[in-house]
Structures are given as C-alpha cells and as structure tokens.
C-alpha cells in the first residue's frame, strides 16, 4: 500500500478556499542592483491564515521604479510537487516546502529593470489566486487552469518513465535496458523539455540499481507523488469546473 503521510489530512468535509487564506505578511526589496545586473531581488513572506492546507498561489505585484513608472506583475507558485515528497514516510525535509494553516512560506523573484534602466524602488503585493489541496481554487482562471495542466502533465510524465523502468527491470541485461531508455528521451526531447527531469529521474534509477534499499525507496516516491499529482490535477466536483 502506498503512503501519503499527512496528504491523508485532507480527506474529510470540504470546504471552499478563498484568497482572505493566504496572507502577504510582508514584500521586501531587496539591495541596489550591482552593474549589469538585470533586475532587482524581491521576497514575499505568506502566511497560511486559513483553515486549509494550501498548494498553489498567484501574488500580483505592483511595481515602482526609481524613474516614476509602474510595472504590474506576478509571482506563481505551485508547491504540490515538495508538499508530496514531504509527505513520504522516510524522506529527508524539505525547507519550505508545505503550506499548512498557521505555516509561513517565502518566495523570491528578480524584478527585471525598467526600459529606462531604473531599479525598482517600491513594491506591493496581494493574493489573487489559491489552490487548496483539498482542490477548491480561488481567483485567477486562467491561472489555475495552467497550473492544474501542468500538474496532469507532470504526472504522466512520471507516469511514463516508471512504465518505461518496469521494462527495464523485466531485461535480462539491465545495463543496456537503461542505456537504450534513456537514450529513447534524448531522441524525442531537447534541452529545455520537461521531459528531461524523467530522463534524469530514470539516471537516477540506473545509478542506484545495485543498491535494492535505495531503488525501493525511490520507486515508493515516485509512485506516491504521481498519484497525488494526478489527484491535484483535478478539482473538487463540488467546485467550478
């Protein structure tokens, strides 16, 4: 059987997230940019006020630069990836890596210079949009659906590599099983595909398989964490669609 750890936590009534369970506690600028650098650091400090564990949020920021102009944009993060790694039994902790009621949670991004070259100098910032991982959502559209295709798409990614290393482990000469897998992915993907973290999970693969503890245990992940991807790929039904 597989387990999720505290992502069980979420079963039981549901109830809708709203944007009032996230708060920006504080955004924060960060030095002047050295020269040729190419924006200013920025870093949001979120609370989780709400009564859900949260997976998924979108802060526009309004930006002021030193030459009077304002800049309005946006920092999205999905966490559903490290929120299932942290919930395996066994695996090491990841900092910041959930948001769970009463949690704190920091993010930081680079605000690109203004045309003129001017660094910015002031920064607001609000919610506008959260996923919940009992999957009600909240807020931007457009944002959430992108968020929730990339999750399925994620998933069966993760999907199709185990698939691909059952066959492997079925091989009679494993070395050459992985050698022509891996070399399936370089064939169908280039550098920037996402296709090359399976390629790189499936190195991963290959490079402990002489170990059984350490093969099981990554195997365990892999499959807890495709399955709550797919799971929170989809909303709760009781929910807009």
């Known amino acids: 059987m597989l387990s999720c750890g505290a992502y069980a936590s979420v079963a039981g009534e549901i109830t809708q997230v709203t944007l009032n369970d996230l708060q920006v506690v504080r955004a924060t600028l960060g ?51 490290t929120i299932a790694l942290s919930s395996v039994k066994g ?16 993010v930081s991004s680079l605000l690109k210079l203004a045309p003129s070259g001017a660094r910015a100098t002031a920064v607001s910032a609000k919610v506008v949009t959260v996923l919940s991982l009992n999957r009600t959502t909240a807020g931007n559209e457009k ?39 891996i070399a399936e992915y370089d064939a169908h993907i280039d550098r920037n595909d996402p296709g090359q973290n399976a390629k790189r999970r499936l190195q991963a693969y290959r490079d402990v398989k002489d170990t059984p503890e350490s093969f099981t245990f990554m195997l365990h992940i892999d499959k807890v964490t495709a399955m709550i991807l797919k799971n929170q790929s989809v909303r709760y039904v009781g929910g807009a669609q």
């Not at 199709?160 to 009679?172: D, I, P, R």
């Open 31 to 81: 030095d002047a940019p050295p020269a040729g650098a190419t924006g200013t650091p920025v870093t949001l400090e979120l609370r989780n006020v709400g009564s859900k564990a949260l997976s998924a949020y979108e802060i526009a920021l309004d930006v002021t630069y030193a030459d009077g102009t304002h800049v309005t944009t946006a920092i999205t993060e999905d966490i559903v990836y």
């Open 91 to 106: 695996a090491l902790p990841t900092p910041n890596a959930t948001l769970k009621p009463g949690e704190t949670h920091t």
């Open 143 to 181: 944002t959430i659906k992108l968020i929730l295709t990339a999750r399925r798409e994620q998933a069966e990614r993760l999907s199709a590599m185990l698939a691909k290393l059952e066959t492997v482990k079925s091989s009679s000469d494993q070395d050459a099983a992985f050698a022509n897998a």
